[in-house]
């Protein structure tokens, strides 16, 4: 099985950016389409951007368009989430997930393996 592991989060003021990394090991990310959610404290976890296995096919939640940019690079295991033009509603704890399928789901049930989950805070 793959283990996940984010890295990146921290603290911004809105309007500034963040770049989250997902780091497999274990496991070669390539057999995985990948995706990232987020969590607020007492919410459910919510679907913010995955992308496909080999083809570069992408999708995102609404509220993150041309904001966010999920990428991976296979060579070196590891998935992204560009953040930039960061909101106060963009706090949350985020989660990068793989999926063991050529295509994205925005479903959390549909992943089957979580990092441990990394901090965001935007500030006004």
């Known amino acids: 099985q793959v283990q996940l592991v984010e890295s990146g989060g921290g603290l911004a003021q809105a309007g500034g950016s963040l770049r989250l990394s997902c780091a497999a090991s274990?496991?070669?990310?390539?057999?995985?389409?990948m995706g990232w959610f987020r969590q607020v404290s007492g919410k459910e976890r919510e679907f913010v951007a995955a992308i496909t296995r080999s083809d570069g096919g992408t999708v995102y939640t609404d509220s993150v368009k041309g904001r966010f940019t999920i990428s991976r690079d296979n060579a070196k295991n590891t998935a992204y989430l560009q953040m930039n033009r960061l909101k106060p509603d963009d706090t949350a704890v985020y989660y990068c997930?793989?999926?063991?399928?050529?295509?994205?789901?925005?479903?959390?049930?549909?992943?089957?393996?979580w990092g441990q989950g990394t901090q965001v805070t935007v500030s006004s």
């Open positions: 997930a793989a999926r063991q399928s050529l295509y994205y789901s925005i479903l959390p049930r549909a992943y089957d393996y």
């Open positions: 274990r496991r070669t990310l390539s057999s995985y389409a």
